[in-house]
């Protein structure tokens, strides 16, 4: 089977007609344009967020404006509007869009324009540059049906020393040479270890396995804070379900009665097999089918949380 990843989604022909926000003004995508010099483009210099909008709300809007402040405070960079204008700014770009379900949003954040391609911040001229771009998307149903193939490349997750894991930067060379190995290996996405040899994440989700009625999942020390990797962490607790953060090594990968991955845009998604090993069954266990139903259930309460606040 050709190797696809867990972000391809059939093309939805109202995507060409979007309208895209650009700090402040709403663009037809073929006119959404940033300058050659900014710094995003130049350099990978800023921060960013994917956001999935059900019942025409952002799901777990306010972890994500949390991980976005605080990225922007690492690397000092001021977004230049407050968590209430970036919230009216998401819905006003909804409501243009006519946008209620089936829809994945990305808000982007650079450190703006530079006078010259040069890696300094200091020499940016203007403002932070923030896009919003929201297309009607949804994982491919029959990716998340068979589940995932995954890969173990030699690209590790660094020690936050070097690029700290937990920083989630337009800076993404590692994941994609991550990716890069995955698929040409013919799997899916690419399961990372950490600097010891533990298993610490995938290129673009976060990993879990399943063992004797147990969820495991990294550390998280190498790893992005996952919102729906924390959010299986709370429907477990919610459950009673034991849901452990250790390390691990791919030896008790390779035995475990289950795995998946987690994400915002498909949220629980089955892995099938790893480096050529069938996981369990190789197909979705009953473990991934009871937290894909709880995490529904989680999404379906943020998102009354959200309408009630809205009409508050």
């Known amino acids: 089977m050709m190797a696809t990843s867990i972000h391809d989604f059939h093309d939805d022909p109202r995507n060409a007609g979007i309208l895209i926000w650009i700090n402040g003004a709403l663009k037809p995508r073929a006119e959404a344009t940033v300058s050659v010099f900014d710094s995003g483009f130049v350099l990978g210099d800023g921060v960013w967020e994917g956001l999935r909008v059900v019942g025409g709300h952002p799901v777990f809007l306010d972890a994500h404006l949390d991980r976005l ?47 010259t391609p040069y890696q300094d911040p200091r020499v940016c001229i203007g403002p932070a540059t923030v896009v919003i771009i929201p ?25 936050p020393d070097v690029q700290d894991p937990k920083l989630n930067s337009h800076s993404k060379l590692n994941c994609i040479t991550a990716c890069i190995q995955a698929y040409t290996a013919g799997a899916d996405e690419a399961l990372m270890l950490d600097p010891h040899g533990f298993v610490a994440t995938c290129n673009s989700t976060h990993f879990f396995i399943v063992r004797r009625g147990e969820v495991w999942t990294s550390s998280g020390d190498y790893c992005l804070g996952g919102i729906t990797r924390a959010n299986v962490l709370r429907v477990c607790a919610e459950a009673g379900i034991v849901a452990r953060e250790k390390n691990f090594s791919l030896t008790e990968v390779y035995s475990a009665d ?36 709880l995490y529904r259930g989680l999404v379906e309460r943020d998102v009354m949380f959200r309408a009630g606040e809205r009409l508050a």
């Open 69 to 115: 402040f605080e990225g922007a405070k690492a690397i000092a960079l001021d977004i230049g509007l407050d968590r209430a204008g970036l919230t009216r700014a998401i819905y006003d770009t909804l409501a243009a869009n006519g946008m209620q379900d089936g829809v994945h949003l990305r808000l982007m954040v650079t450190r703006g324009v530079k006078r």
């Open 135 to 159: 297309e009607f998307k949804i994982a491919k149903p029959e990716t998340v049906n068979a589940g995932l193939r995954l890969f173990t490349v030699h690209v590790r997750r660094g020690f």
């Open 258 to 293: 289950e795995a998946f991955c987690t994400g915002t845009f498909a949220g629980v998604v089955p892995v099938r097999e790893i480096d050529g090993r069938a996981i369990g069954d190789g197909v979705p266990g009953p473990m991934v089918l009871r937290l894909q139903q």
